[in-house]
């Protein structure tokens, strides 16, 4: 609880964050930050990468109380050496950082260069019985060698390398941690100690601007199914645990039933080139456009212009694009997560999980069938609407403040 009369000081580290792709997590902090920044109890100063802070204005934040801690960039290193280099900065950043009785210091991820320095600062400060620290742990990295891991063959050692580095965060996020941050109601349970009760364990699901999509969807002028360019549309990182290669064979047999399907893959991530060479070796370059990285209004054309959208991570503790797509009035389909159980209830046909057949027969089932299309539609506004940001970020806001 906050000292009366006093702002809370909110200090955000996400030296991690970087390159062109917005994370699950770099969204939440800089939807949550945007509207936090209006309230005059409040003082948002970001410890952050220089990609990070161009991610920031990217997304509509400007004049925000800053420091850089890493100027480095993510195509200079390999992922361990660049991991390694943000690290030590984020410490040094650390040690130099001096909070005051009312800080809350929100780490925005669980990968080191976010959580080490909080804990730091947490540790070093202990004599400041008001400063907090909110972990945000949005995804638990599975054992490589599991069936469930999108780290196969070659990339298993990226799989490895993350699921080690994350087991010791875990460790000190449980001892140490005031409050955790959670994407979905699966993992509170994990962060429940004898000193945090599930009533500091926020799940925090994510939001949607859905301001744009009900002016539209209010219009009456929306583009008739059957003009739309594209059978389906997939936003999101081209990540390992995004089923974007996956999402090729599934098109494949989508397109066995529909030679002319056309899909709209929107996103960059290390997969970029792979998933090049997949669309080619597949004979699908008519039927598949990668349109590279899209937001704001440009995303939203293509929202317009699709009549349904795809989420296939094959391993994901949520995802908030689907959503967004949802607030458009795209039904979807996914595979059968249980994340997703309680996170889309609703508006999505779920699929037995490496069913690429049955993935492709739902997609048609949308396509092809009115009444099955018009009532998921509907599910997925109705749910979207639930996920409006500003009354998220409120929520949100009055659970820490009451810390």
Request: charged residues 25%.
């Amino acid at each position: 609880m906050l000292k009366k009369d006093h702002k809370l000081r909110l200090a955000v580290i996400a030296n991690w964050a970087q390159g062109n792709a917005i994370s699950g997590g770099d969204r939440i902090f800089i939807e949550l930050i945007k509207r936090w920044a209006n309230k005059p109890s409040a003082k948002i100063h970001l410890l952050i990468s220089q990609e990070g802070l161009r991610m920031c204005e990217r997304s509509g934040m400007t004049n925000y109380e800053h420091s850089i801690w890493s100027f480095s960039q993510a195509d200079t290193h390999s992922m361990p050496l660049n991991f390694i280099d943000r690290t030590i900065k984020s410490i040094a950043g650390a040690l130099r950082y001096h909070p005051d009785e009312n800080t809350i210091i929100y780490s925005s991820s669980d990968f080191w260069p976010d959580s080490i320095p909080a804990l730091i600062i947490k540790l070093k400060n202990r004599n400041l019985k008001g400063l907090k620290w909110i972990a945000g742990f949005y995804l638990f990295a599975s054992p490589p060698w599991r069936k469930e891991s999108p780290y196969k063959g070659k990339k298993m050692f990226i799989g490895l390398f993350y699921w080690l580095t994350q087991l010791p965060m875990y460790w000190l996020t449980n001892k140490f941690a005031d409050m955790v941050f959670v994407t979905s109601k699966p993992d509170v349970e994990k962060f429940i100690t004898n000193k945090r009760d599930e009533s500091r364990i926020a799940v925090i699901r994510g939001g949607v601007d859905t301001i744009p999509s009900e002016a539209y969807l209010e219009t009456g002028n929306i583009l008739q199914t059957d003009m739309r360019k594209y059978d389906a549309c997939f936003v999101g990182r081209l990540h390992y645990q995004k089923g974007v290669i996956e999402l090729i064979k599934i098109w494949k047999f989508v397109c066995s039933k529909k030679n002319d399907a056309k899909l709209a893959i929107i996103g960059v991530g290390p997969l970029e080139n792979e998933l090049k060479d997949k669309v080619k070796e597949m004979g699908l370059q008519n039927n598949i456009e990668l349109l590279g990285f899209k937001d704001g209004k440009e995303k939203y054309e293509i929202f317009k212009q699709s009549k349904l959208f795809v989420h296939p991570a094959t391993y994901d503790s949520g995802g908030m694009a689907a959503c967004e797509a949802m607030a458009w009035g795209l039904p979807g389909v996914s595979f059968d997560l249980e994340a997703l159980k309680t996170y889309y209830p609703k508006g999505m046909l779920k699929t037995s999980c490496h069913d690429f057949n049955k993935f492709a027969e739902n997609i048609m089932a949308l396509l092809d069938d009115e009444d099955l299309y018009i009532k998921t539609r509907d599910d997925a506004i109705s749910w979207a609407r639930e996920w409006d940001w500003d009354k998220r970020a409120e929520e949100i806001f009055n659970y820490i403040q009451k810390g």
